[in-house]
């Protein structure tokens, strides 16, 4: 009834005030008439354009709309279907928790690997299929600890008393130990007989960092529950240390299951080609059919071009995890516009540039030409005394024989103006106290060592403007 009177209204409205009052109508009110009948839509009215720049329009839409879902892919906001050459893994791990969540059966595992070689991927992917069966929907609760966040147990307890939502349960409970506490908490989590309890799954992240609190207190307590059968627990670490169970006292060895699944890449760089084009690639259900086609054959004729062959080799020579094939490939999808709307090997050259720039040769490249003499002098003294620290005092000494020889060339700096420049390298990070503890000995006298490689000092004296031709001399004396 209400609409009805709202639509009569409103076409009152239309009649007495003309057609281009018809137009503000329309647009406020969300409505549109077609064919003398009145409809509901959802956004504003088309506006009437050429061919030509509905066409720019809807390839910038394309672009925009592509670089968001391979953004959102590059960025691990999305998990992959499937975990990529971790079949045996992932089974491995799906099975354990599947026992857990579904026959209440307590388990400990430890996922072991380097740093990108998709641990956190992998649990994620095994706990996404996990909640999708029916039994550990409603039934699981899932309990997320950080070694680095987590710093001590009373940390971690209070932590784990939040994300089981038991605080009001605890209240101003004083307990007499972690244990009591501890079981206090999977006390709570009954449904009502004892037989049957809510399945936890404690995932540790940075488990290393665990094993240094004081007695090992949550390890301890955590495996005990895992071992006995008063809960079902499942505890899960995740570490990119392979000594690990070496850290761990013996108690808390004893109740650990010795569990172990390992994450080392195996790919080949004919597979690493494959993922890159898998990554790039846009999906079959993607709104524009024609710029997907087109899209994605660019991405195969890229992946078979030399130089774009060349630089992902190097990259999977220096590093087989995907976080830094991700970054490269991040950056070349960034430089992708409406002017060229595929990626093209220019790109990818810039991305690798971009990513394999040296951060110290850069800060080298700001630094004045006094900094630059005493990154010499340093490099003299390193091999004279064949990699043995300096101090100040030496460098001085080294610096003022040079400005002896080539007093012609090089303007004379008085000592407290050599010594600020030492500072800034000591600022900078280019150089590095030997003693990092609190130091009684004179600043002149504190003993010092070089960051700098050989190649780097070179490379900025070639690019630096205007460098004295003495300086550059001294430096490949210094170096050759």
């Not at 040296?358 to 340093?378: P, Q, R, Y």
Request: net charge positive; glycine share 4%; charged share 25%.
């Amino acid at each position: 009834m209400a609409n009805c009177l709202r639509l009569k209204i409103n076409l009152c409205i239309v009649r007495f005030r003309g057609p281009q009052s018809a137009t503000c109508c329309q647009r406020s009110c969300g409505h549109r008439k077609y064919a003398g009948q009145w409809r509901e839509i959802t956004g504003p009215a088309p506006v009437k354009m050429s061919k030509r720049r509905s066409a720019a329009l809807t390839g910038a839409q394309g672009i925009s709309l592509a670089q968001k879902l391979l953004r959102e892919r590059l960025c691990h906001q999305k998990l992959p279907d499937q975990p990529v050459g971790l079949d045996s893994q992932y089974k491995h791990l799906l099975e354990l928790l599947r026992r857990t969540a579904v026959h209440g059966e307590s388990n400990s595992v430890l996922i072991v690997g380097p740093r990108g070689s998709g641990k956190t991927m992998l649990l994620g992917c095994v706990l996404r299929e996990l909640m999708s069966l029916k039994e550990a929907q409603k039934n699981v609760l899932l309990v997320e600890l950080n070694g680095l966040l987590q710093t001590d147990d009373k940390i971690a307890l209070k932590e784990i008393t939040r994300q089981l939502h038991l605080e009001n349960v605890v209240g101003d409970k004083v307990f007499g130990s972690f244990a009591e506490n501890l079981a206090f908490l999977l006390e709570a989590l009954k449904k009502g007989d004892k037989s049957s309890s809510r399945p936890v799954l404690f995932v540790l992240d940075e488990f290393d960092l665990f094993a240094h609190h004081k007695n090992q207190t949550l390890l301890y307590n955590l495996l005990d529950v895992s071992q006995s059968a008063q809960t079902p627990v499942a505890v899960l670490g995740l570490t990119c240390r392979l000594d690990v169970l070496e850290l761990l006292e013996k108690r808390v060895k004893s109740r650990f299951s010795h569990r172990q699944i390992h994450l080392f890449s195996s790919l080949s760089f004919a597979q690493y080609l494959d993922v890159v084009r898998a990554q790039l690639s846009l999906p079959p259900d993607f709104p524009d059919p024609k710029f997907s086609d087109e899209w994605n054959h660019s991405v195969t004729k890229l992946c078979e071009d030399k130089t774009v062959e060349e630089i992902l080799r190097r990259n999977f020579n220096g590093s087989k995890d995907f976080r830094s094939l991700h970054s490269l490939l991040f950056l070349a999808v960034s430089r992708v516009s409406v002017s060229h709307s595929t990626l093209r090997e220019a790109d990818l050259i810039e991305a690798w540039r971009l990513i394999s720039v040296d951060s110290k040769a850069n800060v080298l490249h700001g630094l004045s030409i006094l900094e630059l003499c005493l990154i010499i002098a340093m490099k003299h003294l390193n091999d004279t005394y064949d990699g043995e620290p300096f101090n100040f005092q030496m460098v001085h000494n080294e610096f003022k024989k040079f400005i002896q020889r080539k007093s012609h060339s090089i303007h004379k700096f008085e000592k407290p103006v050599v010594m600020k420049a030492f500072e800034h390298l000591l600022q900078l990070e280019l150089v590095r106290p030997v003693d990092s503890g609190v130091c009684k000995v004179q600043r002149e006298y504190q003993l010092m060592r070089l960051m700098l490689e050989h190649g780097q000092v070179m490379e900025a004296l070639q690019k630096y403007p205007q460098c004295p031709t003495d300086v550059k001399q001294w430096a490949l004396s210094a170096f050759g």
